[in-house]
């Protein structure tokens, strides 16, 4: 079992830019697709990023693409989430969240662990 734990989370002015990472726990992590949910207040929780295990491929909504970048480092354990540009509707808290599959698409992106959640305040 690989537990994931986020940080990286804070208060931003629109324009500004934050990075999150995700550190996983465990010796898998490298075989494993990942990716990044967020969660607004009285919303579902939705999709925003996806990697392949090795960092070859990723996939992205449409509502950050051009705006965040997903990446890992496979030696560390790490994800990470760079988010440039933010506007107040990038508010949520966001998971860091890992795939079953070691293969294949990216999407649809399953999930089956979650980390607890980072806070992303983006003011206007």
């Known amino acids: 079992q690989v537990q994931l734990v986020e940080s990286g989370g804070g208060l931003v002015q629109a324009g500004g830019s934050l990075r999150l990472s995700c550190a996983a726990s465990?010796?898998?992590?490298?075989?494993?697709?990942m990716g990044w949910f967020r969660q607004a207040p009285g919303k579902e929780r939705e999709f925003v990023a996806a990697?392949?295990?090795?960092?070859?491929?990723?996939y992205y909504a449409d509502s950050v693409k051009g705006r965040f970048t997903i990446s890992r480092d496979n030696v560390k354990n790490t994800l990470y989430l760079q988010m440039n540009s933010l506007k107040p509707e990038d508010t949520a808290v966001y998971y860091c969240?890992?795939?079953?599959?070691?293969?294949?698409?990216?999407?649809?992106?399953?999930?089956?662990?979650w980390g607890q959640g980072t806070q992303v305040t983006v003011s206007s």
């Open positions: 990697i392949s295990w090795g960092g070859g491929s990723t």
């Open positions: 465990g010796r898998t992590f490298s075989n494993y697709h």
């Open positions: 969240a890992k795939s079953p599959d070691a293969s294949g698409s990216l999407w649809p992106f399953k999930v089956d662990s």
